[in-house]
């Protein structure tokens, strides 16, 4: 299996500009997170999903954060408009269940590095 | 509130040496723990994980964990450590029940393994 793939590994943009970061989930993972990774505030979980549902999204920032999962194999987190102050590593993690008690865990794809200039 | 802290920020050992990473929960209730790794570049792999019952938990490459309730505590250990150990360690807690999805994560420590 070739993991949680994001997609792009590094996105350089410009403050007020649209960023959309890509996920695709390991396949048959119902389980789908979106993290944010910054120096201030630590690893952050923005969104969960569950059977491409949204569960969970009190952790996303404001409105200019949004995300979708479209199908079971496919999830987005778009920012509009950036700022800098976005400026962070989105990690994308799956897991076969919702449950972390179970013996199952998440798997988290290698990230997107995005700069808000 | 909760919260998990990972008192010590940076840690710098010799190779062979042996690793112990400190890590303190404030929960109402004993959550479920975990230890993850993160390499440079990379994402967070799940290390070991303390769900019930033995207190010491064996993990992957290694390592080793020990809950003490008495302490809020989950320290992490590695005997003899490996050059490839250098990363990024992080501590996590997640709430036992509906809620059990929602992580949260420790602020990290660095490892650095000198020859």
């Known amino acids: 299996d070739a993991g949680v793939i994001q997609s792009p590994r590094h996105e350089v943009t410009e403050m007020g500009q649209e960023v959309t970061l890509r996920c695709k989930p390991i396949?048959?993972?119902?389980?789908l997170f979106w993290y944010r990774q910054t120096m201030m505030r630590g690893l952050e979980l923005l969104i969960y999903?569950?059977?491409?549902?949204?569960?969970?999204d009190s952790g996303m920032p404001e409105d200019r954060f949004s995300a979708k999962m479209p199908n079971a194999s496919f999830s987005t987190l778009k920012i509009q408009p950036s700022e800098p102050r976005d400026s962070a590593v989105y990690f994308c993690?799956?897991?076969?269940?919702?449950?972390?008690?179970?013996?199952?865990?998440?798997?988290f794809g290698s990230g997107t590095q995005l700069s808000v200039l | 509130a909760q919260s998990v802290t990972q008192p010590d920020i940076h840690i710098t050992v010799s190779e062979g040496a042996s690793l112990e990473l400190r890590c303190n929960y404030s929960?109402?209730?004993?959550?479920?723990l975990f230890w993850y790794v993160q390499s440079p570049g990379q994402g967070l792999q799940l290390l070991l994980k303390?769900?019930?019952?033995?207190?010491l938990v064996q993990g992957i490459k290694g390592f080793e964990a020990e809950f003490k309730r008495s302490q809020s505590s989950f320290n992490l250990r590695k005997p003899s450590v490996h050059w490839s150990d250098a990363a990024e360690y992080f501590c996590?807690?997640?709430?036992?029940?509906?809620?059990?999805?929602?992580?949260?994560f420790g602020a990290g420590t660095t490892v650095t393994v000198r020859a």
């Open positions: 993690a799956s897991s076969p269940t919702n449950l972390q008690g179970r013996d199952e865990k998440l798997f």
């Open positions: 396949s048959g993972h119902n389980s």
């Open positions: 999903f569950n059977n491409n549902v949204p569960i969970d």
């Open positions: 929960y109402g209730a004993t959550p479920y």
């Open positions: 303390y769900l019930s019952g033995d207190t």
């Open positions: 996590a807690v997640a709430p036992k029940g509906s809620n059990d999805y929602k992580l949260s």
